[in-house]
């Protein structure tokens, strides 16, 4: 299979909206980790060695490595168990705002603003390196409680940011493909995106949001991204 298919236009799922309080502050952060998001499928012949090259940056503390199941290729004969149609609607937003005709895997996005084939670790060193030098405009600090997220204040952006939630296995995932273009191949995945939440809006003012229990094993990462799945202002994972 090649990596490109034509998708049509899809809009943004978003799920469970929590409450939040007023008054947070967040410690100014450290530089927020570089955001690389993979768009993979299980029944992605071209997949494998984008996966293992997220796989090899996953524990780079200055990177949030992020792998998300998308489910078109699904009818190839193979449904991938980790895609969710919310993680197919992001990478559609991110074909709109990166001006892309369609939507392919694997696809990387990194920090909201570029995207790369991602099957060359060496090109991805270079977009990485790119996004650590050029920082967002607007960067609030994001700060961790018991069950509770702080975002702090900063120069207000353009347009209310989403503020997302998500929930990651960090842990390699070995997957036996049984069926469709990788039967027979047993694929690892590492950083599977397993919850993708929209906790609500950020304007420049302090803000905190609860958080809900993690499952046993998942990490928690917390994104501040521009309306309309834009650049990610911030980035933290516990």
């Not at 690389?36 to 780079?60: K, W, Y």
């Not at 990478?91 to 996005?109: F, I, K, S, W």
């Not at 920082?135 to 120069?155: L, Y």
């Not at 917390?222 to 933290?236: C, E, F, H, M």
Request: net charge negative.
């Amino acid at each position: 299979m090649g990596w490109s298919r034509e998708m049509s236009a899809g809009g943004l799922a978003v799920a469970l909206t929590l409450a939040a309080g007023s008054g947070a502050v967040a410690e100014p952060a450290a530089q927020s980790p570089v955001v690389v998001e993979l768009f993979t499928s299980q029944g992605c012949s071209s997949c494998p060695p984008a996966n293992a090259n997220l796989a090899a940056i996953a524990d780079r503390p200055d990177v949030l490595a992020l792998s998300f199941g998308v489910t078109y290729w699904d009818y190839l004969g193979w449904k991938d168990s980790f895609a969710k149609p919310e993680f197919t609607n992001r990478q559609y937003a991110y074909e709109h705002t990166l001006h892309r005709a369609t939507a392919y895997t694997p696809q990387m996005v990194v920090n909201g603003e570029m995207d790369l084939i991602g099957n060359s670790a060496e090109e991805l060193d270079r977009f990485i390196a790119a996004a650590s030098n050029h920082g967002a405009a607007v960067a609030p600090g994001i700060a961790f409680g018991a069950s509770k997220v702080s975002i702090g204040a900063a120069p207000a952006p353009g347009d209310t940011a989403d503020v997302w939630l998500v929930r990651y296995d960090p842990n390699i995932v070995q997957v036996p493909v049984a069926r469709g273009e990788n039967g027979g191949r047993t694929l690892p995945h590492k950083n599977v995106v397993r919850e993708f939440i929209r906790l609500g809006g950020w304007s420049g003012a302090a803000v905190n949001f609860e958080l809900p229990p993690a499952a046993d094993g998942l990490k928690t990462a917390i994104l501040v991204q521009s309306a309309y799945t834009g650049p990610i202002l911030a980035a933290a994972k516990e």
